[in-house]
């Protein structure tokens, strides 16, 4: 069986709990409607939608559901057939909800216990709008209470049962979405011990682009370096030199895995240089 075929989402049974589904409704479509919208950089935002049958469950229990995404399906009509097609794309979810987050930060000084959302209790994607990108383009355009289809959670995630011994996750561009949960729980634990241990190495093409660059600063401030590394590099020509190095270096501490997320090409350059670090492939986690 090819790796791809054994991590295919339509294998891996939807977590419990993960939604909670009031009526008993099918998650194979879901009807849900955009609530909120915000601009967090440039051509990027973070758009919540809410559900009457489902909600998520305002904190993660299991690390296991980090990391899963949900299918977006829209029907577009074609300028060239006069028919309707299905447009469908991937986008991870996060529990915590950013302002929140920020308000932590601002609040360093009070005791935070657990892990934090808002009362909205909807799906939050973070999104990157592309010019010409039909999905990108539709989900900018939503106005509040219209709808969407959305079929999940899905896919393996980041492929942990718990969080112990150490990691790397290296993402680019938007791919940071996936680890944020990650990060939030350095933060929120950053007086207590625990046996979790990130470096988190993220690249962006333009200043422009980076997003919670203040959120994940201040957890590194905030914690022991030997628990939380955070590596940011901006720039399109001096990228993979810098990158590579990174790689070469953090490959060879051997982590319990690395998670690789971003373009398909920037994950598989990732990949082969954790390779040749001499890290396994089967400790790669492509998300």
């Known amino acids: 069986m090819k790796i ?3 991590l295919s989402i339509n294998t891996i049974s939807y977590p419990e709990n993960f939604l909670i589904n009031k009526n008993n409704s099918d998650q194979n479509n879901m009807i849900w409607r955009m609530a909120k919208k915000r601009k967090i950089s440039h051509r990027t935002y973070i758009i919540t939608f ?3 049958e489902f909600e998520l ?3 993660w229990e299991k690390a296991e559901w980090l990391g899963k995404h949900f299918k977006a399906s829209i029907m577009v009509k074609s300028s060239l057939t006069n028919k309707y097609t299905t447009i469908s794309r991937y ?3 996060i529990f915590v909800d950013l302002d929140s987050w920020k308000q932590e930060v601002s609040d360093e000084g009070s005791e935070i216990t657990e892990l934090t959302r808002n009362d909205v209790k909807g799906l939050s994607f973070i999104i990157k709008v592309y010019k010409g990108g039909i999905m990108t383009e539709y989900l900018k355009s939503l106005a509040k209470n219209e709808k969407i289809a ?9 492929s942990v049962d718990n969080l112990s011994g150490e990691f790397i996750a290296v993402a680019g561009g938007t791919g940071l979405v996936p680890f944020l949960d990650l990060v939030h729980y350095i933060w929120v634990n950053r007086n207590n011990p625990h046996e979790f241990k990130l470096t988190l190495i993220v690249s962006f093409r333009r200043k422009k682009d980076v997003f919670a660059y203040d959120l994940i600063s201040a957890t590194e401030r ?5 628990i939380f590394k955070f590596v ?13 190095e990174l790689l070469i270096e953090n490959g060879k501490q051997k982590p319990k895995k690395a998670w690789v997320c971003g373009p398909s090409g920037f994950n598989s350059f990732v990949a082969e240089v954790l390779m040749q670090s001499g890290l396994e492939r089967q400790n790669i986690i492509i998300m």
């Open 222 to 226: 905030a914690v022991n370096s030997n």
């Open 91 to 93: 986008y991870s979810c």
């Open 150 to 158: 959305l079929k999940g959670p899905l896919g393996p995630g980041l």
């Open 57 to 59: 469950n305002p904190v």
């Open 50 to 52: 809410k559900s009457k």
């Open 232 to 244: 940011l590099i901006v720039s399109s020509k001096k990228q993979k030199p810098c990158l590579r």
């Open 4 to 6: 791809v075929d054994y």
